[in-house]
């Protein structure tokens, strides 16, 4: 098994009002170039985790970070108007709450962190702040809620 340093969660940046299913999103990883879905676990709207990607295997999902990290993508993350948006369900926040803490429980060392707080600090002061980020991805202060 490879050495998991971090635990990156991200959204899917689809529209809370939109569906995007396993499929779409194997097509949309596809025509990136990839040969499969990138993320390790999708957690659907519903709840279902879906596992996604061998862990075994580095994942394809935060560029720089992937060797020693896993990737957890929820679906939704923009708003009906397509704004960035923490647009979690319950099912989704219980889901993603329970995964991660299975997943610690093996890779006790890694740090959990959202795909922006891995953007690089452009001002050099130790801080990734929000002018920082990338992307708004994934829609929530992980550090705060996992």
């Not at 999708?42 to 990290?69: F, M, Q, W």
């Not at 993508?73 to 299975?102: F, I, K, M, N, W």
């Not at 990734?128 to 705060?144: A, G, L, R, T, Y």
Request: aromatic residues 6%.
């Amino acid at each position: 098994m490879r050495k998991i340093n971090y635990i990156i969660i991200h959204c899917s940046a689809t529209r809370e009002d939109r569906c995007l299913t396993e499929h779409d999103l194997l097509a949309a990883h596809r025509s990136r170039g990839f040969r499969c879905i990138g993320y390790h676990y999708y957690i659907r709207k519903d709840g279902t985790v879906l596992g996604t990607r061998s862990l075994e295997l580095p994942g394809a999902h935060c560029r720089g970070h992937n060797k020693h990290s896993i990737g957890i993508c929820y679906e939704g993350g923009l708003d009906c108007h397509g704004h960035p948006s923490d647009t979690r369900t319950p099912e989704q926040r219980s889901a993603l709450r329970l995964l991660v803490h299975q997943l610690l429980k093996h890779f006790r060392n890694a740090r959990v962190c959202g795909h922006r707080d891995l953007s690089p600090d452009l001002n050099g002061n130790g801080e990734i702040e929000p002018e920082e980020w990338v992307k708004q991805c994934p829609c929530f202060e992980v550090s705060k809620e996992l």
